[in-house]
């Protein structure tokens, strides 16, 4: 039996242990950074196959390894394994048992197909060299990022990895498919905050106020030339706001406005000009208008840089697993993935997972209080995963 031959197997026979960690997983969701009772899950399922691991890296991150015979390359696979603040609105046996806090994401399908692909290349670790790391990671929904934490612990030690591997579900493909995209992939992520100050007072007398409402606003419509008129127009880029505070009322001018958005771009250079530009369009704004506008930046992820020799090969490794039809070339997106911070320092590539019930019309989308997937995507999952790594360490 060749090797493909025999994951194939053991992603099927392990399937329904797989399942049952997952709706586990689901059932009781824990927020970024508060990933206890999962990390326990976790460290529990690894001590039953004797995979050696180390916790507590970055609060409740883990880090297991599996080694092959001899020296060779260490291939590092990662999961990311916090939930969303969303409340499930799924009546599925399996819905969150956390009110308010869901797998919105994916991220317990990540974690059992990490857990299902560490258990085939355990039992397979007599024919491959080099050694394979597992990365259980807490986090990556909110700033600063799991990744980033860890590995400002140095999580790998002496140990480095020639390569990391990620993958994420994505819910307009189909079971049974992987996509891939070199270079560029996902924007970076960053965090505004403004806070305007003006003079309130009655709105019939707006002329005794320093009208931070109305100041707010301009510096609101004014912040979209940064897309509009500033950006190249070749460079993806997007700004907007999704909360806007003004504490008055019907007759009441607050003196105060505050307003929050996230900025996105596929530039590293131009993300730093546009930083700049944005705090020098809204303070002087405010300052030409008699107001003061505190202007607030915390830097998310950076752009998503799948390299372009990692992400060719598992392109073509994937494509021996599942068949040249089932793996799609991705568009770039303007969502985030504190992955990037992996990708800056390793050769690195995150591919897409198909989640979606050929008999579904319409995706459930990601964030969204309905998402969920179809389950026989984790044995897609799985052995792509493990064939990945497998691929990868006998590649010379």
């Known amino acids: ?29 824990e927020l970024s950074f508060q990933e206890d009772e999962t990390a326990a899950y976790i460290c529990s399922l690894l001590e039953q196959e004797n995979i050696a691991f180390r916790k507590g890296i970055a609060g409740t991150g883990i880090v297991a390894v599996i080694n092959g ?5 260490i291939i590092a696979l990662r999961a990311d394994m916090d939930a969303l603040p969303i409340l499930e609105e799924n009546t599925t046996p399996y819905r ?10 994916g991220h317990d399908v990540h ?16 024919q491959f ?6 990365i259980f990671q807490p986090g990556e929904e909110k700033a600063p990022g799991g990744a980033r934490l860890m590995m400002q612990e140095n999580l790998f030690g002496q140990d480095e990895p020639d390569m990391v591997i990620a993958q994420h579900v994505f819910p307009v493909m189909y079971t049974g498919r992987v996509g891939f995209r070199s270079g560029k992939y996902m924007a970076s992520s960053d965090e505004i905050y403004i806070t305007v100050r003006g003079k ?9 106020t320093t009208d931070s409402v109305l100041i707010a606003s301009h510096i609101l419509v004014a912040l979209q030339q940064i897309v509009s008129r500033h950006a190249e127009a070749s460079t993806p880029t997007v700004l907007s706001f999704g909360k806007m505070i003004a504490n008055g009322a019907v007759n009441i001018i607050p003196p105060e406005v505050r307003m929050e958005g996230t900025f996105r771009t596929m530039d590293e250079k131009w993300r730093k000009e546009a930083h700049s530009r944005m705090i020098n369009i809204a303070q002087s704004i405010a300052d030409s208008m008699g107001a003061s506008c505190e202007f607030k930046i915390v830097e998310g992820y950076p752009v998503l840089y799948n390299d372009p020799d990692i992400t060719a090969k598992s392109r073509q490794f994937a494509g021996t697993y599942l068949g040249e039809e089932s793996v799609d070339e991705l568009d770039i997106r303007m969502t985030a993935e504190d992955f990037a911070f992996f ?9 897409r997972l198909g989640v979606r019930n050929p008999k579904q019309v319409e995706p459930l989308e990601l964030h969204t209080p309905n998402f969920d997937i179809d389950e026989e995507a984790l044995k897609t999952g799985v052995g792509t995963m493990a064939w990945l790594a497998l691929s990868h360490l006998k590649d010379t």
């Open 111 to 126: 974690t059992a197909c990490l857990i299902g692909a560490a258990r085939i290349l355990d039992q397979l670790k007599d």
């Open 200 to 208: 309130g007072g009655h709105a019939a007398m707006p002329h005794q």
């Open 69 to 73: 015979t001899g020296k060779g390359r």
């Open 1 to 29: 039996m060749n090797l493909k031959q025999t994951i194939q197997n053991l992603t099927n026979e392990i399937f329904p242990e797989m399942l049952e960690i997952r709706q586990h997983m689901h059932r009781h969701p």
């Open 129 to 134: 060299p080099g050694k394979v790391k597992l």
């Open 343 to 351: 990708a800056q320092k390793y050769p690195s590539v995150l591919y």
């Open 96 to 105: 969150s048992l956390n009110d308010g806090v869901m797998h919105a994401c």
